[in-house]
């Protein structure tokens, strides 16, 4: 949804600016992290877009729900958020957020998706080969794909490394093709 990044952005910026300004950037990450889960339940999307709620009413209430471990810059951003109508976008807003925060601390996510469950040593040798290709520290997040059959596929970034049994086999398949 193009229409809520451009939404989301000014705010991630300006979320990103208060927290380097504060030395916060890993707390923020995290509040940010809570408010966006429960900006995107079911539940409070229909008291966010109920009309007859009032925004100090839908303020209380995900401030309730967000937890009261909020800092006071926080607990303002979401009154911000809430004020302008953009509590909607705050995945959108965490999203942009995290970017902004690894593009800082030279970090790139790295979603790695395995055919089987990979060990604690595996995980952390296939890290460092991929910290070392990519000159950069990798924060990695592996999910399950048995759809690949076997092996991993990796996406750093626009790079994508395919080193799956079925992405092997669709590459053999295209060469018989040609």
Partial sequence: MAENVTLARPY????????????????????????????ADAQMLDCIANP??????????FLDVAGSSL???????????????????????????????????GVQEADIASAFPLDEATLKNLVAELEARFKCKIQA???????LIGGVRIAVGDQVIDASVRGK?????TALKN
């Fill in 12 to 39: 991630a910026e300006a979320a990103f600016q208060l927290a380097r300004e504060t030395n916060a950037l890993g707390p923020w990450q995290q509040a940010l992290d809570r408010m966006a889960a429960v900006a």
């Fill in 52 to 61: 007859r709620l009032l925004p100090s009413q839908v303020t209380k209430l």
């Fill in 71 to 105: 800092s006071a810059e926080q607990q303002n951003f979401a009154r911000l958020l809430v004020d302008n109508e953009r509590l909607q976008v705050l995945p959108e807003i965490r999203e942009l957020y995290v970017d902004l925060k690894n593009g800082q601390e």
């Fill in 141 to 147: 997040t592996v999910r399950m794909a048995p759809e």
């Fill in 169 to 173: 086999l669709a590459a053999m398949a």
